[in-house]
């Protein structure tokens, strides 16, 4: 378990810290759960994607450490003075307990999860600076989308109903104190109401063609009026109709608002901004990735799966 399986940039990788990230009790119960086979082709997923996000982690690592003023480097510590600081004002200050804390919360304790911290911030700053200048979004890009995603900015006012219907009143009757009594409307409208009543009186999601006070989509207009003044979640009361009682409750209301270029433009920009990031950072990961100084994934993913295979998989 504590075997090394390889190395990045001259840093050891072992086997414990792989099995620990994943967790000893997750593979402890795959492998009592599963056959062998299965068993292997599961932990291989896991050992794989954890294998190559610590690779990925520690090259792109190395990179923002190479490039850090002097300068930089004071300011990172200061920032990490800072958030031990914060850590243990948020246990009280009493190093102990914030030790405790982060161990039940996160599996380790304050130094790694300063280290941690340390890390994210590092290569979160030097691919904003490496990549960012790469990025541009115009303003004609911003207006394709906008027209290409023309639906998503002009939705469709769209309303779903729960309905109770009854025949007779003594079940009118036993309807009312159902839902008086706290019963749900859907449990009750299952229960009684001879539409819908396998579905808990559900209407399928209908279009609005006009604003919702106005709305006449049912066959009754004694209902479509009531209806008109529920907010969501509320529902009308016992109503005479032509072939005996129902009662409406407002599942979902969707006004369908809609957003012009001018007020989605920011929302737009910086998705897109977003997209570009993620393309360049795959690319330029994958170049990092070609050079790097690293055991290769297969050769220590192999290495791990034996481990696995001996230590949590069902004997043959």
């Known amino acids: 378990m504590d075997a090394m399986v ?37 932990a291989k997923k896991l050992i794989d994607a954890d294998l190559r996000a610590r690779v990925q982690n520690a090259v792109i690592l190395a990179e923002a450490e190479r490039g850090l003023s002097e300068r930089e480097q ?33 599996g380790h304790g304050l130094d790694a999860e300063l280290e941690a911290r340390r890390q ?26 906008y027209q290409d995603h023309i639906a998503d900015y002009h939705p469709t006012p769209m309303v779903e109903l729960r309905v109770i219907l009854v025949k007779d009143e003594r079940t009118a009757d036993q309807v009312d104190a159902a839902l008086k009594a706290g019963t ?40 479509n009026e009531k209806v008109r003044t529920l907010s969501v979640g509320q529902r009308t009361d016992r109503t005479k109709i032509d072939i005996g009682y129902g009662w409406v409750e407002l599942e979902k209301l969707e006004r369908g608002k809609s957003r012009t ?15 570009q990031f993620g393309l360049h950072s795959r690319k330029y990961m994958n170049e990092l990735l070609e050079h790097g100084n690293y055991t290769p994934v297969d050769q220590m993913s192999n290495a791990l799966l034996d481990v696995a295979m001996s230590r ?3 004997p043959q």
């Open 6 to 42: 390889g190395q990045v940039n001259g840093r050891p990788i072992y086997a414990s810290a792989i099995f620990n990230d994943i967790g000893i009790e997750s593979l402890q119960r795959l492998g009592e759960s599963q056959p062998r086979l299965v068993f292997r082709a599961e």
């Open 74 to 106: 004071l300011g990172l510590l200061g920032y990490l003075k800072t958030e031990r600081e914060r850590i243990l004002a948020q246990f009280g200050g009493i190093l102990a307990d914030a030790e405790a804390g982060l161990q039940r919360e996160k």
């Open 120 to 145: 994210q911030i590092l290569t979160d700053k030097f691919l904003r600076d490496k990549l960012y200048p790469k990025i541009h979004v115009s303003k004609r890009d911003v207006e394709r989308y």
């Open 184 to 223: 749900e409307f859907e449990e009750a409208a299952r229960k009684y109401s001879v539409f819908r009543g396998a579905q808990g009186g559900l209407m399928e999601a209908s279009k609005l063609d006009g604003p919702f006070e106005e709305y006449h989509g049912l066959a009754w207009p004694e209902l």
């Open 261 to 275: 270029l001018q007020d989605a433009y920011l929302e737009i920009e910086n998705g897109l901004r977003m997209q």
């Open 312 to 314: 949590f998989a069902r």
